[in-house]
């Protein structure tokens, strides 16, 4: 009795499974978020790189009807592409598919303050609840988070004297300003690493060292701050930004 009640129970979940799908078409996917860099061709074509070694996007027909602009790196939402074989490795893979949604993602210059005693005033230096960094073909991507969702000024500075070939180390300067931040991700900036870091033989070891710091509260409550301390590496090979004609590899 049991078990033919079982049966009964599973044969209807199944079937209530299978027919949530009847009559659909193409729509088995995974979808995910990303952050890239937008590349364009001289006919107005265009090129994801994709962070995190995620591969080379060429956006499909049947992608949103995104204006692009002058966009240079974007969170976007993208279908999962298919693939197939053994032993690929997807960061200069090229590859089509379809891309959801993208929100354009401010990009800075990083700050000189090489020989200057204190920061200037405009760079900022709230308190932060706590931020992440990571960085990829020529950018660093900053996150930050805080206590509210006001809008923001971020950006951060280098001194040039205390690069030795293997180690960039970099102050994050966060300030608030009116307005809010609406999107559902932290706020978020990025920045292109700087010119003296990217010329030949500048960066002496395999990879890069990014060594980023900023004042954090200790707790919620802002009973005390302390400097905190976040580190990425990059591999020498990607210290630049991607162009459209970068990518080698078909579909």
Not at 54 to 80: H, T
Request: with cysteine.
């Amino acid at each position: 009795m049991y078990a033919a009640l079982c049966w009964i129970v599973l044969s209807t979940m199944i079937f209530t499974f299978v027919s949530c799908f009847d009559g659909v078409e193409n729509e088995y996917r995974v979808t995910v978020p990303t952050f890239a860099t937008v590349t364009h061709d001289e006919v107005g074509n265009v090129r994801l790189y994709l962070d995190e070694g995620r591969g080379i996007l060429d956006p499909s027909s049947e992608s949103a009807n995104i204006k692009w602009g002058d966009a240079v790196r974007v969170m976007i939402r993208y279908d999962l592409p298919i693939i197939t074989g053994d032993n690929i490795s997807m960061e200069n893979t090229r590859f089509k598919s379809i891309v959801r949604s993208a929100v354009k993602i401010d990009t800075v210059s990083m700050v000189d303050v090489t020989g200057m005693d204190k920061y200037p005033s405009t760079l900022g230096n709230d308190t932060l609840l706590g931020f992440t960094m990571h960085a990829y073909r020529g950018y660093v991507t900053m996150q930050a988070w805080t206590a509210t969702n006001f809008n923001f000024d971020m950006n951060c500075s280098f001194d040039r004297n205390k690069f030795d070939g293997e180690n960039l180390y970099l102050n994050l300067h966060y300030n608030e300003k009116a307005g809010t931040w609406n999107n559902e991700f932290l706020q978020t900036v990025s920045a292109t690493l700087p010119d003296f870091v990217r010329t030949p033989d500048a960066v002496t070891s395999d990879s890069l060292k990014i060594i980023m710091t900023a004042p954090v509260w200790y707790s919620s409550a802002k009973d005390s701050v302390y400097t905190d301390t976040v580190t990425c590496k990059i591999s020498r090979t990607r210290l630049n930004p991607p162009t459209y004609s970068n990518s080698t590899g078909g579909y």
